[in-house]
């Protein structure tokens, strides 16, 4: 794994950040000193080419078999959205109405879900809305929800974790206009940086080493960032905001700086947090997203690091999960005379909590092996119903000592307590999918609003996809009144069109 780089699989967003120069460094992994390695700049995915036809924002995807250089020197055989591994960043803004015309141009079917998007539940992407190999599908939707950071990724049944170790998929970011959101960082590519933390195992040949899945899924020894290993990113204004997804299959990760900087979480999978909340330390688990401001007013550079995971509640084996592990993510270098940017504002975006403290729970879910209430996914089964402009609390329980995590498709949802206790300052925010700890329970609330479909259902499950594809997924209809449950056809690569 020496060497120094030869090109990168993506395009920067930003011409002069091709022309960063490399700079050798020793990088840790697991714990214990690697190996001398040469840095490579941070690629920033490009931003998706959309064509405006009759006020509609029309996207175009594809998803490809590639070669991708994540280890310098040496080609892997890779998945892709335009181009041989991740894809594009999606940006939208509320109000607009976007459409998407994805193909499938691999020789196995598969999905795309849009994770943290309020959309129709036949434009979801989940397991019924099967992408056949030459096929397309066109999913189009009105955007209504707030600014926040989401992604895109397959969710076939069954093969989820494959498809996106492979390197399928991409983030997507949706914009509005309150005055936090544009008071943050928001320069694409210079202040405002996508950072999709993966981690793959290789074998001797650089190609995917996927042999072991053990517990938890597919654990990788290496951290890939953007699709490279040892990336490097140079920064040039005085915050920086870091939109980061843990796009693994299932490791948690524990990020801190090396020099126990503080950092600033501002918003969370749903949108933006009330406050900006200091720390040090952040739990991120697969499919979880976080949006930090790091300070460089020093101009001391910052290594980005996951450190042991340290919420682990009943769990004992704690090496077989990686719990243990230490991975260097990305070192930040600040050149000597950094840009000015605005202060973090105080407030950012108000929350009003969806339910008065002590409100019984509608429903409980117990998660477990690879089942949710004792069931595994059926894919003609529908688990529950839910009516439209409702508003749920639901209560998730780990009753076992293994880590999983909760994910609702098309609503977020507000934690209202953790073992009958107040949340953490991190989770005051919106969220979609949210770790649970061995023998914990959480409390969430939620609305279902706008899209009620008799038919075609969306998913909850635990994002730790080796147990999702296990059959830890369950199946829920929003209904209007007067609708009953009518069984959804076979999955098929057809269009879907929503409001």
């Known amino acids: 794994m020496l060497g120094r780089s030869k090109g990168i699989a993506l395009l920067t967003r930003r011409g002069f950040l091709a022309g960063l120069a490399a700079t050798p460094w020793v990088l840790s992994a697991c ?3 690697g190996p001398s ?5 941070l690629p920033v995915p490009p931003l998706a080419v959309a064509e405006t036809v009759d006020g509609v924002r029309r996207f175009r995807l594809e998803a490809q078999a590639g070669r991708s250089e994540i280890l ?5 055989p890779t998945w892709g959205f335009n181009g041989p591994v991740l894809g594009p960043t999606i940006r939208v803004r509320r109000g607009e109405t976007v459409a998407f015309t994805v193909r499938n141009g691999l020789p196995e079917p598969t999905t795309v879900h849009w994770h943290g998007a309020h959309v129709p539940a036949r434009c979801d992407g989940g397991p019924h809305q099967t992408i056949a190999p030459g096929d397309t599908w066109e999913p189009s939707w009105t955007v209504d929800q707030p600014a926040a950071t ?4 397959p969710h076939p049944h069954g093969v989820t974790e494959k498809h996106v170790h492979r390197g399928l998929a991409g983030m997507f970011l949706v914009d509005d206009d309150t005055p936090a959101a544009r008071a943050l960082p928001h320069d694409y590519g210079v202040d405002d940086i996508p950072l999709i933390i993966q981690d793959r195992r290789f074998a001797a040949d650089g190609t995917f080493d996927e042999r072991d899945t053990g517990d938890v899924g597919l654990l990788g020894d290496t951290i890939v960032t953007n699709g490279i290993v040892d990336a490097e990113f ?9 939109r980061v997804l843990n796009g693994s299959s299932g490791r948690i990760y ?9 950092f600033h979480l501002v918003g969370t999978d749903g949108g933006l947090l009330p406050a900006p909340v200091a720390l040090r330390r952040l739990h991120l688990s697969p499919g979880e997203r976080a949006e930090i401001v790091v300070d460089f007013a020093d101009g001391r550079a910052a290594l980005l690091r996951s450190v042991p995971v340290t919420e682990r509640g009943d769990l004992t084996d704690v090496a077989r999960f990686g719990f243990e592990d230490s991975f260097d993510i990305l070192w930040l270098r600040p050149v000597a005379r ?7 504002p105080a407030a950012l975006v108000p929350m009003t909590a969806l339910v008065p403290p002590g409100t019984p729970a509608d429903r409980q879910f117990d998660l477990q092996w690879f089942m949710i209430n004792r069931q595994r996914m059926d894919m003609n089964r529908i688990d529950l119903t839910v009516p439209l402009d409702s508003t749920q609390v639901w209560t998730v329980r780990n009753v076992d000592d293994w880590p999983h995590n909760f994910h609702i498709h098309d609503t977020r949802f507000q934690v209202l ?6 949340p953490p300052p991190e989770l005051a925010g919106w969220k979609d999918t949210v770790y649970t700890r061995p023998g914990s329970t959480y409390t969430l609330a939620m609305r279902f609003t706008d899209y009620a479909d008799p038919t075609y259902p969306y998913m909850y499950h635990c994002h730790l996809l080796m147990h999702e594809d296990q059959g830890m997924m369950g199946q829920f209809l929003v209904l209007a009144p007067g609708q009953r449950p009518t069984p959804p056809p076979t999955p098929a690569g057809s269009g879907a069109h929503g409001h």
């Not at 390695?37 to 700049?41: F, G, K, M, V």
């Not at 310098?72 to 892997?76: A, I, L, M």
């Open 31 to 33: 714990g214990g000193s």
């Open 37 to 41: 390695r040469s840095s490579r700049a």
């Open 72 to 76: 310098s020197g040496t080609f892997t």
């Open 150 to 153: 989401l992604w895109y990724h």
């Open 234 to 242: 140079t920064v040039r204004t005085r915050r920086v905001r870091l």
């Open 254 to 262: 524990h990020l801190a700086f090396a020099d126990d900087r503080e």
């Open 338 to 344: 950094l840009l000015p940017t605005p202060p973090l």
């Open 417 to 422: 307590d953790i073992d009958g206790r107040t």
